[in-house]
Each structure stands twice: as structure tokens, then as C-alpha cells.
């Protein structure tokens, strides 16, 4: 079910509806979201449900062993993990192993691997990485003694399933939504208001900015040829940047709102990565739920940077080609893994970060260096093959081809409303985003719903499903 579709708003308005005759009652709550939450995932495949059942119930299970059988305590954990990574294992990484070892001993026909995949196993459940990781990092956390496990079977369900954030993030700790399930939180007219703003917010950036520029990046990505222009590519990159930007951002921010009209906090998950000065920094703003997941469960368990230099540099790589890996069953998404990591060991080996100045002309350098390196990531992440990425790469930085973007396309009017907002945004508000008068904001987003339903773009599934 998406969150851009006409069915998603019927299910959301009952949600609503039943939520508030609910009221007060925590055991009720915690039942009708663990309940509409499945049936919010089910509706795309009922079949997957038992996935997040499986996977729930283990990691449930395993906590309250965990703290009953201290003696116990790693093997559960190691059992916990071992069945996460399992289930991942078989239904997102399974055809890419058999597809790989076959072409490493050459099978072919009946005799190879992948012809014998079951098909059921070659369908990667939407959501799957996100909502196992969110499960794991609860046995973590109790196997830490930084949680004390909960007893209810909907408290935890209401957690790892919660409809807003279940398929596509963020990653919410349990430490962070398990106390507030338990809470009442009124949602006052101000907080309605808050949620409103997220909601319109990431519609707009979803519908208006991520599918308006998404048929030029296919239509690109999908040609029979590579354009030769190298201009073509840049802009085509620098298209797709914005696109996977505004369409995972755009996610958060309707889940945030959605959840705050629920009464609960999500962390925010960018934080305007596009102005980084440094890869680390960019980090530290992209997909922050899972750049700390893999910060705090991975990276820093393996021994961060408190073992030496050697050990940093290849704990970094470690983090960075799974975080790759994590993505997807590619090639593509592991060698995009791996150009981060060379260039944050670059940039952590030279410094170049701190020595290149504090002066507007420095930063603006420091900017635009990483601003490339992130551009030239994206195009292993988007690209359909390995092959695919490195013509595509040469062709950018061949500077030649015609002086043109050449996609076809008169994007005036696109411009235009972009344009359009950012104009009254800039009359309505101060230079600390703060509207100059109420009636201001209210005019606002009553412009941004008026160009989500004028100016949208064709209707897509969010890029981070198939994650």
C-alpha cells in the first residue's frame, strides 16, 4: 500500500477514526496498531506477513531469554541473529549468491544454482532490511542492558510494525517508541499542525520534485544506448541526486507527521545532506537512522577507531560494503559501498577536510569536492549493471557530447512551480523559518496542496521499498 495512493488515505482516515474512539485505552491502541499495521503490509503481499511475524517473534523471544538466562545470554543472541540474517539471506541475497557461484564454476541450464531457486524465494518482501534491522537492534539493546524487554506481545508488534515507518524507515529504536507506546500523549491543535506540515512536506517532495524528475532518469538508465554527452550525464546524475533525495525524504517526513498525529516522536532522518562539506558530514545527514544503526551495531562493535589506525580503515570498509550490500543484491550496491569508503579514507588518511580552511572560498571547494564524489557514487547506485556505470562515468568525464541536456522534455513549468514555492516561502517566512504571520504559513501549504494535486508527477512505488 502506498502512501501516494487513494486507498492508502480510505485506510488512513478509518485508522484515525478508530484511534480516537479508542482513546485512552493503551492495551486497545497497541492491538488495533500492531492489527492495521499488518494489514497495511499484507495488502501488498499477505503471503510476506509471516516474515515479520518470524522474524518478530524470534528477537521477542530472545530478549526475554536473554534476561532469564544470563548464562545463555550470547548464544541467544547469536541465534537471534542467525535467524535475522537468515531470512534475508534466502529472500534477498539467495539468487545473487547462486547467480554468482554459478559463474565462478561455470553452471549452466538445470545444473546451475539459481535455476533451482524456488520462485517464491526470488521475491524481496518489501520492506524486509528495514524492519529485520529494527527487530535485531532490540535484542541489542536488551543483550546491552540498555532495554528492558517488554512482556507484551502488541506492545513489541506495535513497534516493529507501526504502518508509518514499517517499510521504508527510519530505523526506530526500541528505546525510543516503547516508552511512548505505553504513554498517552494528547495531540493538540499545534501538534496536528506539526504533523500537517510533514505530511504536505513530503507529498510535495514526493509527488511534485521525486516523479516529475524520475521519467528522465529511467528513460536515461533504460536506453538501448549511452548518451554521449557528457553534460547529458551530469545533469541526468545531479536529476536522479534530487529524485532519491525528495522521494526517501519525502517517506520520512509523511511517516513523521503520520506518527506525530498518533501521538509519537520518529527521529528525523536527513538533515539537508546535499550542503555537506566532508563525506563524513554527508553521513552524518543521509539516512541518519541507518548510518547510526550501522555506527552502533557494527562499526563501533568491530572496534571503531579505539584499535589502531589499520583496524579503523578496515572497520570503516567493513561498515560501508555491507551498508552497500544492505541495499541490494548488486554488484552495483556493493561497489557503491566501497567508493564511499575509499573516499572517507581518503578524506580521514589526508585531513584535507581541516586543512582546507575555514574561508567561504574554501568551503564552497570543500562543497563542490564532495558534492562529486557523492554524484559519482550515485551513478553505481542507480545504474542497471556494472558496466553500465563505468561508460556512464567515462562519458561524464570525457567533457564532450553537445553543449545540451538533450532529454526532450520542457521542464518550464516544473521550474516554475519550484520557483513559484520558493518565492513565497521567502515573503511568508523569516530568515529563521519562522512565518511573519500565521495566515502566512496557512497560505503556504495551501499552495503546496494545490501544486501536489495540479502538479504531480506520474504516481511511483518510493525507490526504498525495494529495500
Given amino acids: 500500500m502506498l502512501f501516494n495512493s487513494l486507498i492508502f488515505i480510505v485506510f488512513a482516515i478509518i485508522f484515525y477514526i478508530v484511534f480516537k474512539i479508542i482513546g485512552k485505552n493503551i492495551k486497545g491502541r497497541l492491538f488495533w496498531i500492531t492489527a492495521a499495521s499488518f494489514f497495511f503490509y499484507g495488502w501488498w503481499d499477505w503471503r510476506f506477513l509471516s516474515l515479520i511475524l518470524i522474524s518478530g517473534l524470534i528477537d521477542f523471544i530472545a530478549a526475554l531469554g536473554i534476561v532469564r538466562f544470563p548464562k545463555q545470554k550470547k548464544l541467544l543472541l547469536i541465534l537471534s541473529v542467525a535467524g535475522n540474517i537468515g531470512s534475508l539471506a534466502l529472500f534477498k541475497y539467495s539468487g545473487f549468491v547462486a547467480e554468482n557461484i554459478d559463474k565462478l564454476l561455470g553452471l549452466q541450464g538445470s545444473f546451475s544454482l539459481a535455476a533451482n531457486i524456488p520462485e517464491f524465494f526470488l521475491i524481496t518482501p518489501v520492506g524486509i532490511s528495514f524492519y529485520t534491522f529494527q527487530s535485531m537492534s532490540y535484542t541489542f539493546d536488551v543483550y546491552r542492558n540498555k532495554l528492558n524487554p517488554t512482556r507484551s506481545f502488541f506492545q513489541f508488534f506495535a513497534y516493529l510494525s507501526m504502518f508509518p515507518q514499517l517499510v521504508a524507515g527510519p530505523i526506530v529504536r526500541a528505546e525510543t517508541i516503547l516508552p511512548q507506546l505505553l504513554k498517552i500523549t494528547p495531540v493538540t491543535g499545534e501538534r496536528k499542525w506539526e504533523g500537517f506540515r510533514l505530511v504536505v512536506s513530503g507529498y510535495f517532495k514526493k509527488m511534485v520534485i521525486a516523479d ?41 517526513d509523511i511517516a513523521r507527521g503520520l506518527a506525530i498525529w498518533m501521538g509519537y516522536d520518529f527521529p528525523d532522518n536527513f538533515n539537508h545532506p546535499y550542503i555537506s562539506k566532508s563525506v563524513r558530514e554527508f553521513w552524518e545527514r543521509w539516512h541518519i537512522s541507518l548510518s547510526t544503526w550501522f555506527r552502533d551495531y557494527l562499526y563501533i562493535p568491530l572496534g571503531g577507531n579505539k584499535k589502531g589506525k589499520a583496524r579503523s580503515y578496515l572497520n570503516l570498509w567493513i561498515t560501508m560494503l555491507i551498508s552497500g550490500l544492505w541495499h541490494g543484491a548488486a554488484w552495483t550496491f556493493i561497489i557503491w559501498g566501497a567508493v564511499h569508503a575509499f573516499f572517507a579514507s581518503v578524506e580521514r588518511f589526508t585531513r584535507w577536510p581541516e586543512k582546507i580552511g575555514k574561508s567561504a572560498v574554501a568551503k564552497f571547494v570543500a562543497w563542490l569536492f564532495v558534492t562529486i564524489q557523492v554524484l559519482v557514487a550515485w551513478v553505481f547506485f542507480r545504474a542497471e549493471t556494472v558496466g553500465q556505470a563505468w561508460k556512464i562515468l567515462k562519458t561524464m568525464f570525457s567533457f564532450q557530447g553537445p553543449l545540451s541536456f538533450g532529454w526532450g522534455l520542457d521542464i518550464s513549468i516544473f521550474m516554475s512551480v519550484i520557483i513559484l514555492r520558493e518565492i513565497v516561502h521567502a515573503f511568508g517566512f523569516d530568515d529563521k523559518l519562522k512565518p511573519r504571520k500565521p495566515v502566512f504559513e496557512m497560505l503556504f501549504y495551501a499552495l503546496l496542496v494545490a501544486i501536489i494535486v495540479f502538479f504531480r508527477g506520474e504516481g511511483s512505488q518510493f525507490i526504498y521499498f525495494q529495500f
Fill in 212 to 252: 516529475n524528475l524520475a521519467p528522465l532518469v529511467v528513460a536515461a538508465f533504460s536506453a538501448p544506448e549511452i548518451n554521449s554527452s557528457s553534460l547529458f550525464w551530469w545533469g541526468i546524475i545531479l536529476a536522479f541526486a534530487f529524485q532519491i533525495y525528495c522521494d526517501f525524504a519525502g517517506y520520512s
